[in-house]
Each structure stands twice: as C-alpha cells, then as structure tokens.
C-alpha cells in the first residue's frame, strides 16, 4: 500500500507544479528576421518594350514617319543597396543596379500607315540601369516591397537599305522613371531570393544617324520607348 502511495504522489506533483505556475507566463519566442543592412547580388530577367523611332524633319512628323518597334528578350546584371527596418516593421531603402541587355526587334520603314519594302530598321536594347528608393513590410522573413526612381537604357538603332544592307546608325542613352513591386524572402540570415515587377518610361529623346560610308549626319530622329520585364534575383546580406 505504501508503495502504491508514493507511486500516486509522484504522479501528481508535477501536476499541482504545473497548475501552480503563473499563468500569465510565457515561453520565448525567437527573434523576428531583421532586414536592416546593406546586400549585394545578381539578377536575370526578361523584358517587353514598346518603343518608336520617328523622323522629325516637319511638324507631325514623328507619327506618320519612322519604324515602330517591339523588342524584347533577356537580361542580366547586378544590384546592391541598403536598407533600415523600423520597429513598426516598416523598411525603406535605397538600390542601384546595372544589366546588360540582349532585348531587340526589326521592322520595316512605314510612311503614311504604309510599309516601304526597301527600308527597314533595327533597334537594340543594349543596357539599363536604376537608382531607387524602396518601401516594404517586413513580415518575419517575407518581405512586400514597391519601388520607384530613375531609369537610364543604353540603345543603338540601325537603318537599311534592301537588300543593301546597313547604311547608318546612331547609339545614345536616354534616361526616364521607373515603377515597381515585389517581393523578397530571406532563406537564411545572410541569403535573399526577390522576384520583381518593373515598368520604365523613357519619354522622348532626340538622335542623329550617322552614316557608314563618311560618317556624315543624317536628319534629325527621335525615339520613345518604354520598358516592362519580370526579374529574380539573389543576394547576400552582411
């Protein structure tokens, strides 16, 4: 019987232990991922443009004179910036990044709503880089971010004769605004993962052609184009 007892009493300490402690206690709980720091990595992606190079020797020349171009195709760089999470959760930051650009199309000339079958043109997206700020909010290691700043593109645009071939070309950099959102997701402490939507506009600019022959300048173009692509990326926090 006394061993049944002590058995018994055994048994229910621990019990009367755990109904005893405070009930307002908790256990810990860890830390939240902290986004705070600066982050350096690589990216790819692939991009849609919208783009026209019209000839501007009149009023209302632009439209009615000049190639009409949608290039697309991939690219791949670099980005790194910083960023400083509050305690709200909130998270700003500053990013830059570079890319070089294999993004192209060929199109005829067109006057007055009409192709010329003996004059065509090539526009080549050849690099694009940012600066930009950003704002997320941090949700432990998933972070929501939409962003926004200047946008420079580096392009070459090159006129033919058919079946000639190449007879002048110009290349520039115009520089616009870009718009954006994404999302990042920190795989460990120091590894990031990001997928992004971009959208830039680069306006209206104006070019020369220069001819291959002398080197001669042709007329005045000028060129629009806007830009939109899906990235993913990569990076390492310090």
């Known amino acids: 019987m006394k061993t049944i007892l002590l058995a018994t009493a055994f048994l229910f300490v621990p019990a009367g232990m755990a109904l005893a402690a405070d009930p307002t206690e908790t256990l810990p709980v860890a830390a939240s991922y902290n986004w705070s720091g600066g982050y350096f990595g690589a990216q790819a992606g692939y991009t849609r443009s919208d783009a026209r190079v019209g000839q501007t020797f009149a009023p209302g020349s632009f439209d009615n004179y000049g190639w009409g171009y949608s ?103 115009v520089a616009g605004y870009t718009l954006g959102a994404g999302g990042e997701y920190a795989v460990t402490d120091n590894w990031v993962v990001r997928g992004e939507y971009r959208f830039a506009d680069f306006g209206r600019h104006t070019s020369v052609r220069h001819a291959f022959s002398n080197g001669a300048p042709l007329n005045r173009d000028a060129i629009e184009l806007t830009t939109q692509d899906l990235r993913i990326g990569v990076a390492y926090k310090f």
């Open 71 to 173: 290039p697309s195709g991939g690219f791949g760089g670099v980005f790194a910036g910083y960023n400083k999470q509050f305690d709200s959760g909130l998270v700003v930051g500053v990013e830059g990044d570079y890319s070089f650009a294999s993004v192209n199309d060929t199109t005829l000339y067109r006057a007055l709503g009409v192709d010329d079958p003996a004059f065509g043109g090539e526009l080549e997206l050849e690099a694009v880089g940012t600066v930009r700020l950003r704002a997320g909010y941090a949700i432990d290691r998933w972070l929501p971010f939409v962003t926004g700043g200047l946008a420079v593109a580096s392009y070459k645009h090159t006129t033919t004769n058919i079946p000639g071939g190449p007879y002048a070309d110009v290349r520039d950099t």
